[in-house]
């Protein structure tokens, strides 16, 4: 079974910046749609941005579109989340997953994913 592991939470100021990382072990994450998804206490995890696996495509949640942008590095077998401009409102933890297909399903994998990361916590504090 593979395996996603996310890194690059933290504590930042509203405004800053942070770079996700989702590297995958145990398969090619190349050839699978990947998504990215959040969640606050209390709230249902909610789909963020997912990146399809046959060019690329990209889509994004209106609550982050223009300020958080996502890619992949093959060669590394991991996908980046660069989030700027960060708000207190981003502040949750932050999941990467695939469904094992290529394709997105909106600005999301398809539900449910089959993969998922243990998460990340990013907090946009002053």
């Known amino acids: 079974q593979g395996q996603l592991v996310e890194s690059g939470g933290g504590l930042v100021q509203p405004g800053e910046s942070l770079r996700l990382s989702c590297a995958a072990s145990?398969?090619?994450?190349?050839?699978?749609?990947v998504g990215w998804f959040r969640q606050v206490p209390g709230k249902a995890r909610e789909g963020v941005t997912c990146?399809?696996?046959?060019?690329?495509?990209?889509t994004y949640a209106d609550s982050v579109k223009g300020r958080f942008t996502l890619s992949r590095d093959n060669a590394k077998n991991t996908v980046y989340l660069q989030m700027n401009s960060l708000k207190p409102e981003d502040t949750a933890v932050y999941y990467c997953a695939t469904d094992l297909t290529r394709y997105c399903s909106g600005y999301s994998v398809p539900w449910p994913p089959e993969v998922w990361g243990q998460g990340t916590p990013v907090t946009v504090s002053s």
């Open positions: 990146i399809s696996s046959p060019d690329g495509t990209t």
């Open positions: 145990g398969f090619s994450l190349d050839y699978y749609a």
